[in-house]
């Protein structure tokens, strides 16, 4: 199994929900990440957790909030968000810090 | 600071043509680079690794090189496919800094039938 899943595939959100975004891993991988990706962007870093641990955190805001409750999932919790914030986020996994491997990604709308 | 950048933005060729899509970056202290193409609205998948102490990686029509000392990575499509029309994103792992990558702009190839 080579496959990253996440939930949900859309979410539309207003200014003052809670939501969470789920990204799932059955590969055994140690390393997971979560991305920011806006229209025409390349993908940008925001978190980085290694062995269930937050490795880096890119002074990404705290209105986004990570989780990784075990080595197999990981959450990213939502609160107040702006419209700005609204773009497609990308989880990937790897082994150690080696080839990455990205899910399919929610797009995420902030009205 | 690592900056990686992808020429040609865009591509467009007809089907059957090989193609080389270009990537540099400013720092040769990196671990690795990965090669990812996207789909529209999709998420990026994996074509190719290449270790900092590798040249060059194989897989069915594609072929990545680097050169590490110059700051270059090629992809290499042979015999272009109307299927093969996606954005392909270069990135660079760069030395002593986790799991972070360095991504280059992309180049959105449009191969046409």
Known sequence: DTEVTQTPKHLVMGMTNKKSLKCEQHMGHRAMYWYKQKAKKPPELMFVYSYEKLSINESVPSRFSPECPNSSLLNLHLHALQPEDSALYLCASSQDYNEQFFGPGTRLTVL | ?113
């Open chain 2, 1 to 113: 600071k690592q900056e990686v950048t992808q020429i040609p933005a865009a591509l467009s060729v007809p089907e059957g043509e090989n193609l080389v899509l270009n990537c540099s970056f400013t720092d040769s202290a990196i671990y690795n680079l990965q090669w990812f193409r996207q789909d529209p609205g999709k998420g990026l998948t994996s074509l190719l690794l290449i270790q900092s102490s590798q040249r060059e990686q194989t897989s069915g029509r594609l072929n990545a090189s680097l050169d590490k000392s110059s700051g270059r990575s090629t992809l290499y499509i042979a015999a272009s496919q109307p299927g093969d029309s996606a954005t392909y994103l270069c990135a660079v792992r760069p030395n002593n800094q986790g799991g972070k990558l360095i991504f280059g702009q992309g180049t959105e190839l449009s191969v046409k039938p």
